[in-house]
Every structure is written in C-alpha cells, then in structure tokens.
C-alpha cells in the first residue's frame, strides 16, 4: 500500500494539483483509459481507502457520461451538455472548476499543516474531502475512516454524541488508541464496529436480491415491501392479487424470524425448519414465530412459494452451479466443518468434473488431475505482495548469482488461465528422438533479446562461444582446443552438446526458467557460424508449439527443470508431451476454468498481499469486460490485468477472526457461504454412546457462553467408533479448542462438559503452606484446574455431556 501511496503523491503533488487541467481532473471510459484525478482517488486508492457509491455530483465538476440525461434549470446543477456542476461554484465550467480546485488545494494544504479543524467547514463532499486530506496527511495523523455515518456512529458509541465535528471526532479516537496498537488495525476495528451496525439494513437488501432471484429462476411472482422498519413482507401473487404473503422480521445480526401467515402452505415451511432443528420461539394461535440463520432464509422462501417440491433435478443442478460459480468466494465457519473438503467439492463443480468427486477428495488429488488449472496457497501474518505477485529473488545460473523478477502464485496462475497458443504444428515424436532443455540467454535480462532472435530467424541461437566458429569442432577435445584460454569447463561442455550432441530430429524444450516453458521446437539443421550477425552460433529449427505465456513445467514433467543452459531432462512425460504437439485446443488454457484456492485468507493482511490488485479481481474489472482495468506491476513495468476464467476460492476460520472483521474492500468482492457444524453427518453410535447428541449438546452451549463462530466442527468426531477414538478427539482437538475458547475460564468449560462430576477437569486444590512465613500478594480464592487423564475417560463421561444426570 506504501508503494501505491507513494506513486500517487508522486503523481499528483501540490503543485501538479495547482496546475491541473479540467481534462486532468475528470473523464470517462469511453475517452480511454483514465489517468484523471477523480479516478486516481475513488478507484486507483482503493485499496488504501474506498468512499465508492453516489454519483460523480460528490466531486463538485464532473465530465457526463450520458449526454442524453437532461437536467432541469430548477435544479442546484447546471451543465453545458458535456460538463455538469453545482450551480454554487460557478456559472460556467471553467469557473466551477476553478472553484473546485481552489478547494482542493486548500485541502490539502489543512491536511499536511495537520490543521483538520479547518477541513469541516468546507464546501465539498464529505467522504470525498477526508479522501484527499487522509492521502495527503502525515502518516498516523487521520483514520482510514471517511464515512460521515461511521463517525457519527462512532461518536455517539464512545462519546455519547459529543462531538459533531468529524476533525473532532478523528481526534477524540486517536487519544482514545492504545500506544500498543496499530494505527492502521485501530482504524479497521472502528470500521468494522460500525460495519456491524448496519447488518440490519444490508439483511434486508439480501432478501430483495433473493426475491428477486427466485423470480428470475423460476418465473415465481414474488414481490417484496420493505416499507416497514422491521418487518420484510414477502408476497406471492397471483392475477395481480397478494395471494400469500410470509412476514419476516429481522431482528439481530445472525438471525431473522420467519412467520408464515398463509395457512394452507404453512406446513411445508414448518417442516423444513423443523427438519433444520430451528427453533419455534412463540406461537398465538395464527402466526409460528420461528428463529433461522439469515442464510438459510431462501430455502425458507422456497418452501413458502411452493416451488421447492417443483424443482426437477437439472434445474436444481443449475440453480446449485448458480450458487457455486461465484468468480470469488469465501467458505467461512469454525474449525473442523469441513471447509477444506468443501473446497474440493466447489473446484470440481467449476472444473466441470462432478462425476470424479468419489475419487478426488483432496487438494493434492486435485492438483495432480488438472495440473496447472489449480493453485493451492495458505495466507499468513508475513506473508506479502511479491509472495504473491511479483518480486526480486536470488538465482544461480551455471554458478553466476544474478537476481530476478519472478512471479508469486497469483501472477502465476493468472498467466496460466491466459495462455494461448501462438504457433501451432501437429507433430510426432520420433521414438529415436532426444529431447533437450534449453534457456536462451545467459542471464534473465538477456532471455527476451534472444528469445526474439529466435523466432524472427527460426533458429536455436546461443550465448556461449563468443565469435568464435566451431564449425570444424567434431568432438569435445576439438571444441577445448578451439576455445580461447580461461574458458571454463562449464561453457565447454555446453558449447560440445549445442555443436555435436543435438542432432537433427531432436525435439527442444525452451525454458523459461525453473519452473515454466515458453515453446516446443525440433531441429532441423545442423550447427552453423554467421559471423556477421549479433548471434553467430546458430542451430536451424520448426517451431512446434510457442505459447502467449509461458507454461508450467509441471504440465509435462515430474520435476522443475534445472538452471544448466542445455541438458536432457530426466523427468519428460513423452506423452504428455505428445499431447502438447497434437492438440491444440485441449492445451489453450484460455478457454479452461483455473481455480486459486486460498487457505486462512482472513490471517493474511489483505491489504498488503494485493495491494492495487484487489480491485481487479472484481467480475466486472477482469479482462475482456467493459469495466477492464489494467495496471502496471511495479517491478516487472508490465502491464496486468485479472482474466475472466480464473476462480477465487477462499477459507476463513471465524475462530481465528470473525467475518465482521475482515478487510472491508475484500468483503465487498467475495461471496460468502457459510459452513457450520453439521451433527447430521456425525453417526458414532457405541457403548451407550450417541456422538450425534454430544456434538449437538457442546454447540448449543458454546453459542450462549461465547458465539457460534466457536462451535465444534463435525469433522472431529465423523469418523468416530468406538471409546478409544472419542477419547483422542477429545484429547487430540475438541478440549484444547475449549481451552482456547475459554482462556482460563475454568468454569465455562466445565458448563459446556456439563462436568459437575469432575470427570474432565478437576480442581488443583491450594497447598496453604506454600508460602509460608511469606508475605505474597495472590488470589487466594482463585481456583484451577488441571484435565484429567483422556485416556480413561468412560462412556458414562460422554453420556453425561447429553445426560446432565449422568455426570454428577
């Protein structure tokens, strides 16, 4: 985020600012790509700070899109057809952008003096203002907060409404910080309170959005009326009329309420939920008030309208892949539901390859089927952008270190999902064939130059040998004779194999790197000398496959290849390599789904790991949509943008941080699909024992004593049969999770035991001798607890989880 800071101030700096144009302030798509300010600040910062949403009225001038659009003389705007403008800066555009830039430069002037009191009272869009003073402000002297509904949420949480100002508000937060903390983490918390106050409002937009997708699925006439404070009433109709109607009432972040009204389809709603084990929370005679998770709410819509049971298979099977086909989603719930599992599931979905789901079960067993199409990464506190983009890295090439631009697992994968093929000629090996690797140019700045040289002379070119012809050169010996002193044996021997080792026929691999190839050649001449031109020693060839990207070596070999110039790699698959020279299509990746699956996304810094990236991966932003973005990486200076057929499929365990917590700018790109405990799938049934009714029992009480982001996951206990393998759960997952859980709240954790029998834990009882004769300041009354021995746990134990009577 620094890197993007610093090339925006570098950009646009006071002066520039002072100087700026009405052309560089505002434009538009359809003028080409944007480089203007206003672009700079909603799009291009981001990443570092969003204030996206409203119209482009929030910058005060702005250039119209839509010249249709009229605008009426009554109104505060005005326009000359191409410009529109708040009357109160100017009557013409020129000088209403005047106006404007005044303002902005006296912005930015406040925010760097630190004088922010000053700020308030301007004349500008709210959110746009503190944008501008928080890029040009010193760093740690303004939150990454611009909402004026968040500081008024914030003021009147902390400060019961005290302050109005947001310059005040700002500073009344900061003194409020810990030294310990974060500025930029402190920021982000108070964000996400508020964020977490709106759920009602965002909840309600949810029930509209599946309303409305039911209609467009199944042609349903379902309306919804969101005049209400807290009540969404959804209506089937019928001839025009409100035929049904299903009330629902929102009343806290997890939950909503359903309450069916129309009688004669009310069983079918309270079958589901009673199948789902909710709760019915009252009843009165006409209504059942039930409690379900906002997510499930659209299966309980389907019942209500009567289409769920209409569902034919293929329909239902679409509607799923609907669900599923999200280009970004995160699989979110506590530990152990299975989200790993899950993820394989959806990958295949994409892959189009439901039909192997009883034989791939993994992510290395989907990474060894499609090869390249999946990336398997795991987020963590250090790690950073050029982990995941690009960055420098240390190489050592035929014993030189030289440091190289090379791609993290992002890049990667975005440059596989890309790659087409360029030059294609079916082609057999020959079974007498040698197949070589090749790396043209000595070091990585050189590749490229003779890369070109390559294709534009249909010839293998090398570096070593300087301008010297072996032309006569028939052996090893020959070629050291011919060689000036000092050569080393390394270049030599490469000299020998390019001369006299590749024969005609010979199939040629040239690599890009370690761990890629970029083209798939066969030679056809033997050796020459050209002594006029840049590169003398030359091999004539047929390109036989050349790619837009380069392609992984996994994809025709067992291992990475290795730095040596020429060699004969001993880990080629002839026949995959084959099928690389005889199908084109099958290898254009182009055309495939490629899936990224990013393991614990949520302990990653967002921020930091994809920087300006994030708004790229956005659908509308990828390559090819009209919305395309496309930026200039920072240390390779290409150009990259996000191609439209690569899948981002995340993890996130909400015991490690909650949902509400995440990175703003990537909530609002992902879909999320929560998957929690599910007692269903766990069967143990021995020694008295109902490992169901265990599983079932913890969570119910997890979710009062802490939140149901901490329940147990089903998979802890799945493969649970007999006593032996309880007791490991136990021992091995589900108590130090409670231990976790509950920090040294001894008390909790025997409640969600129901341990009043000590059989889990038991209390260390306080030697009053101890301290003796001593004076020590300690809690006497404090009592701890150690665990018991797991391993002698008894079936009574467990029953007593369930069976409050049976652990006194």
């Not at 005290?162 to 409020?176: H, R």
């Not at 002193?485 to 370690?514: P, T, Y």
């Not at 919305?627 to 981002?648: D, T």
Request: proline share 2%.
């Amino acid at each position: 985020m620094e890197k993007l800071r610093q090339q925006f101030l570098g950009k646009w700096t006071l002066e520039k600012v002072k100087n700026m144009t009405l052309e560089e302030y505002t434009s538009v798509k359809s003028k080409g790509n944007r480089d203007d300010f206003t672009f700079w600040i909603e799009n291009k910062m981001e990443p570092i700070i969003s204030f996206w949403g409203g119209s482009s009225e929030k910058f005060g001038i702005y250039l119209r899109n839509n010249k249709d659009t009229k605008i009426d003389s009554s109104d505060s705007r005005k326009t000359d057809g191409e410009y529109t403008w708040y009357k109160k800066y100017g009557n013409s555009r020129d000088g209403a952008f005047q106006s404007v830039k005044n303002i902005i430069v006296s912005i930015i002037q406040f925010a760097q003096n630190q004088e922010f009191n000053k700020i308030d009272s301007i004349d500008l869009g709210k959110g746009y203002k503190w944008t501008i003073a928080y890029h040009y402000a010193p760093e740690d002297t303004l939150l990454r907060i611009v909402s004026e509904k968040a500081f008024q949420y914030l003021s009147k949480t902390y400060f019961n409404s005290e302050y109005k100002d947001i310059s005040q508000i700002q500073k009344a937060l900061i003194d409020k910080k810990s030294e310990n903390m974060n500025f930029d983490e402190y920021s982000e918390q108070l964000y996400n309170e508020y964020q977490k106050n709106i759920f009602i409002v965002k909840c309600r937009k949810q029930l509209k959005d599946i309303v409305n997708k039911i209609n467009d699925d199944f042609g349903v006439l379902l309306s919804i009326n969101l005049t209400q404070k807290t009540q969404t009433n959804v209506s089937i109709k019928k001839d025009g009329k409100n035929d049904k109607t299903l009330g629902i009432n929102i009343i806290k972040r997890e939950e909503c309420y359903g309450v069916g009204i129309d009688k004669d389809l009310e069983h079918k709603v309270n079958q589901y939920l009673i199948s789902k084990g909710y709760k019915k929370t009252s009843e009165n005679g006409q209504n059942d008030r039930w409690s379900c998770p906002v997510d499930d709410i659209e299966n309980v819509i389907f019942c209500y309208a009567g289409v769920k049971a209409e569902i034919k298979p293929k329909t239902k099977k679409e509607l799923d892949m609907k669900k599923t086909i999200s280009l970004n989603q995160i699989l979110y719930g506590p530990p152990g539901t299975g989200k790993t599992y899950s993820t394989v599931e959806y990958a295949l979905k994409i892959l189009g390859a439901e039909d192997k789901k009883d034989d791939i079960k993994s992510i290395g067993q989907l990474k060894k089927e499609f090869g390249s199409q999946v990336e398997f990464v795991t987020f963590h506190q250090s790690f950073s952008y050029e982990d995941f983009v690009e960055g420098l890295k240390a190489n050592s090439d035929d014993g030189e270190i030289s440091y190289a631009i090379e791609n993290g697992v992002f890049k990667e994968i975005c440059d596989n999902a890309s790659s087409k093929v360029e030059i294609s000629e079916n082609s057999t090996i020959d079974k007498e064939a040698t197949i070589w690797k090749m790396s043209l140019g000595r070091k990585k700045d050189t590749a490229e130059q003779y890369f070109d040289e390559a294709l534009e002379t249909n010839s293998l070119v090398l570096g070593w040998g300087g301008n010297i012809d072996f032309s006569e050169c028939e052996t090893k010996s020959k070629v050291t004779e011919k060689s000036q002193e000092g050569r080393s044996g390394i270049a030599i021997g490469i000299i020998n194999k390019f001369k006299n080792e590749m024969q005609v026929g010979d199939i040629v691999i040239i690599s890009d790197g370690n761990y890629k190839f970029k083209a798939i050649a066969e030679i056809t001449g033997d050796y020459s000398y050209d002594g006029d031109s840049d590169f003398p020693q030359k091999r004539n060839i047929k390109w036989l496959q050349r790619f837009s990207t380069s392609r992984p070596a996994s994809d025709i070999s067992g291992k990475n290849f290795t730095q040596t110039t020429i060699n004969k790699p001993q880990h080629i698959d002839r026949e995959k390599l084959q099928k690389y020279l005889t199908n084109s299509q099958e290898i254009d990746q182009s055309k495939k789904p490629h899936i990224l699956i990013i393991d614990e996304i949520n302990r990653g810094n967002i921020s930091r790991i994809f920087g300006e990236l994030i708004t790229l991966i956005e659908p509308s932003k990828r390559a090819g949509k009209d919305e395309e973005i496309s930026v200039q990486l920072p240390y390779s200076k290409k150009p990259f943008s996000v191609p439209n057929n690569l899948h981002i499929i995340g993890t996130m365990n909400t015991a490690d941080r909650s949902l509400a917590l995440m990175d703003t700018a990537l909530r609002r790109r992902f879909d999320f699909t929560e998957i929690m405990p599910d007692a269903d799938l766990v069967k143990g049934n021995f020694d008295g024992i109902e490992v169901e009714k265990i599983l079932e029992r913890i969570n119910q009480r997890i979710e009062i004593l802490y939140d149901r982001e901490h329940t147990i996951g089903h998979s802890f206990l799945m493969n649970v049969k007999g006593l032996k393998e309880l007791q490991n759960a136990f021992k091995n997952r589900i108590l130090p999770l409670l231990e976790e859980y509950f920090y040294d709240d001894w008390y909790k954790i025997k409640a969600v035991l129901s341990d009043k029998g000590d059989k889990f834990y038991q209390e260390i009882k306080q030697d009053k001798d101890l301290f003796a004769g001593m004076q020590v300041d300690y809690n006497q009354e404090q009592k701890n607890y150690h665990r018991q021995n797991c391993d002698g746990l008894t079936a009574q134990a467990f029953i007593g989880i369930y069976q409050s009577n049976n652990n006194e």
